[in-house]
């Protein structure tokens, strides 16, 4: 395993670099870049197909910055040089616990104090050098892909708190035994609470936005496949326990072609230190499990692979919108509902049925696909165009 993206360069090229960068954080930091590519990509077509108009805002030009702009600019550059100068002077404690950092109170105040000042100033002198004698208001056309960044922002801030709160609910014991590291440790995320909090969250700017809902869905659709693929790619190289329950099981011969891991795994320097201590190694990541596993996370990156491929072919082929979003629901719901049998999850006893808090949510999420597909094809709310095949 590689519970940092460096010990994989190292692994590959034979280099010895250390750097602060886990692996399941950069898998996650890319599966973002790559969706919000792709939803640009889709927002771009759809304005062109005519399906979401531009937008004309309204600015006011040539008025000086106020105090709640000349704060919270400096504030931000006072997090940033209190963190990386803190970082660049205790370099070594950085690297042995990034997240763990970023949330302290460690840092450097000087450099912090040197930015914020000098963050202002800036602002402050820019403002002064545009200020006119009289304010003018000036009219911006806007399209809809020049808003994917802090469409990005949002689902990624909104998301993480969603994922979190969902694990905090499946984990209260733990919640009242130490709530400050439950609540500020970056472990612990359920991908359902993020899924279902980011929507909402995309889905309301979206229509502040004049971005029909559906039409939002259906672009963001794919890209949630495509990422959440990726995710589990970190996952897997990181051992960050999302794995399955323990595989004894002769590998079958029809699977002989394959390598021995992708059947069973120990998940060796896994990155939670879960299991029993590999004799003679050195440093913080030295345990591997005692019976091998399902590497569940690779699965689901090969499934959601070939399920994004599929909504991205048949994209083009759907003019009502909120069909593909259904699709993606139902595909999404039944990919989860089957790797949970062979996942290690807490178990709910439901009419003497035990079933996870993800298989819940998956079923929920067949069902709305299924009325999704039924309500869109009858109500077709939404008279749209083809959309071109760009």
């Known amino acids: 395993m590689y519970p940092r993206f460096s010990d994989l360069l190292?692994?590959?090229?034979?280099?010895?670099?250390?750097?602060?960068?886990?692996?399941?954080?950069?898998?996650?930091?890319?599966?973002?870049?790559?969706?919000?590519?792709?939803?640009?990509?889709?927002?771009?077509?759809?304005?062109k197909a005519g399906l979401i108009p531009a937008q004309t805002k309204e600015t006011v030009k040539g008025r000086p910055p106020g105090f709640a702009e000349l704060f919270f600019t400096g504030l931000f550059f006072f997090i940033l040089g209190f963190k990386i100068f803190g970082v660049l002077f205790d370099y070594q404690v950085f690297t042995n616990n990034p997240q763990n950092y970023i949330l302290s109170l460690h840092g450097n105040l000087?450099?912090?104090?040197?930015?914020?000042?000098?963050?202002?100033?800036?602002?402050?002198?820019?403002?002064?050098?545009?200020?006119?004698?009289?304010?003018?208001?000036?009219?911006?056309?806007?399209?809809?892909?020049h808003l994917t960044p802090v469409l990005v922002l949002i689902a990624a801030f909104t998301g993480i708190l969603g994922a979190k709160f969902f694990d905090i609910i499946e984990h209260l014991d733990e919640l009242f035994r130490d709530p400050l590291h439950v609540i500020f440790s970056f472990s612990g995320l359920t991908f359902y609470g993020g899924l279902i909090v980011a929507a909402l969250s995309v889905g309301i700017y979206g229509e502040r936005n004049k971005i029909k809902w559906p039409i939002m869905a259906d672009t963001v659709a794919p890209a949630l496949m495509l990422a959440y693929a990726i995710g589990r790619i970190g996952c897997q190289l990181s051992g960050d326990g999302c794995w399955g329950v323990p595989n004894l099981m002769p590998k079958p011969e029809w699977l002989a072609i394959l390598p021995d891991w992708m059947w069973a795994f120990n998940f060796p320097h896994n990155v939670i230190n879960h299991g029993i201590e590999i004799p003679d190694c050195v440093g913080n990541f030295c345990f591997a499990l005692e019976k091998p596993v399902f590497p569940t996370s690779f699965y689901e990156t090969a499934i959601c692979t070939a399920f994004f491929i599929f909504l991205w072919f048949i994209r083009n082929k759907l003019s009502t919108p909120g069909l593909l979003f259904s699709i993606y629901l139902i595909l999404n719901g039944l990919e989860r509902f089957t790797i949970e049998q062979f996942r290690v999850n807490i178990r709910y006893n439901i009419l003497n049925i035990q079933i996870s808090q993800a298989q819940i949510i998956a079923a929920i999420l067949i069902l709305a696909g299924l009325s999704g597909l039924v309500f869109f094809n009858r109500h077709k709310i939404l008279k749209t165009k083809h959309v071109s095949k760009n």
């Open 10 to 47: 190292n692994d590959f090229f034979g280099t010895n670099f250390n750097l602060p960068i886990q692996t399941y954080g950069f898998f996650v930091a890319l599966a973002f870049i790559v969706a919000g590519f792709l939803v640009y990509h889709e927002l771009k077509r759809k304005e």
């Open 110 to 145: 000087l450099a912090g104090i040197f930015f914020f000042l000098l963050a202002v100033i800036i602002v402050y002198l820019k403002g002064q050098k545009e200020k006119l004698t009289e304010p003018i208001k000036v009219e911006t056309v806007v399209y809809a892909r």
